[in-house]
């Protein structure tokens, strides 16, 4: 049986090979054949770039892989913010 990892390696696979051959492919249009929202096939474009990273791929599924890589964004963007009002 697929793991989530699995199928997410293998949706962002589908949607780079569809964007290769069809420069004007869309997100919209890998949601519609995998059977995902737009935001959905975002998360997993999004997570399946950070697999090298332990804490995503031990994620339980993507959405909590997602919300770690946000929250990672989001501490970053506080940090430059920071550095830049001193």
Known sequence: MPTWQDKVREIA???RN???LVPSWTQKQTGEKFGLS???IHM???VADYFHDPKIAGAKNVEPAYKILLKRRNRAKNK???RLIR
Do not use: M, P
């Open 18 to 20: 569809s964007v290769a």
């Open 44 to 46: 997993v474009l999004t």
């Open 80 to 82: 430059t913010l920071e």
């Open 13 to 15: 696979l589908d949607h």
């Open 38 to 40: 737009q935001k959905g």
